[in-house]
C-alpha cells in the first residue's frame, strides 16, 4: 500500500502538466482530469478553482481500489463541463500522506 501510494505520487508530481485537459478532442467546454484519477491512490483531495479564483471545489474522486488501482469505476465520469468565460484552471492535490503539491495553474 505504501510502495502504491508513493510511486503514485511520484508520477503525479513528475508529470502534473497532464493532470488537466481542456477541451480535448474537440469536445468543448470539457474539463478532463482523467490522469489525476489514474493515480488517486495517492490523493487524499483535489481543490480547484478557476481564472485565477481560489481553490473552493473539490473532485469527487472514487476511493482506491488496491487490486485494480488505475481502472475507473464503470459510471465514473472523469470530466466535467465549463462555460465559455473559464481561461484558466488552479490545481492543488492534498495528497494521502498529508503533503500537499504546489497550486498549478492550467491555461485553457
Given amino acids: 500500500e505504501a510502495m502504491l501510494m508513493e510511486s503514485n505520487k ?3 508530481e513528475q508529470f502534473w502538466t497532464s493532470w488537466i485537459a481542456f477541451d480535448a478532442s474537440g469536445n468543448r467546454g470539457n474539463v478532463y482530469f482523467t490522469h489525476i ?3 488517486r491512490c495517492a490523493i487524499g483531495e483535489v481543490k480547484y ?3 485565477g479564483g481560489p481553490l473552493e471545489k473539490a473532485i469527487d474522486i472514487p476511493p482506491c481500489d488496491q487490486k485494480d488501482p488505475y481502472a475507473l ?3 465514473y465520469m472523469p470530466f466535467f ?3 465559455e468565460d ?3 484552471m488552479s490545481v492543488q492535490i492534498s ?3 498529508g503533503s500537499k503539491s504546489p497550486v498549478r495553474e492550467f491555461k485553457r
Fill in 10 to 12: 511520484q508520477l503525479l
Fill in 37 to 39: 484519477l489514474s493515480y
Fill in 49 to 51: 478553482g478557476f481564472n
Fill in 73 to 75: 469505476p464503470d459510471n
Fill in 81 to 83: 463541463k465549463v462555460g
Fill in 86 to 88: 473559464v481561461t484558466s
Fill in 95 to 97: 495528497y494521502a500522506d
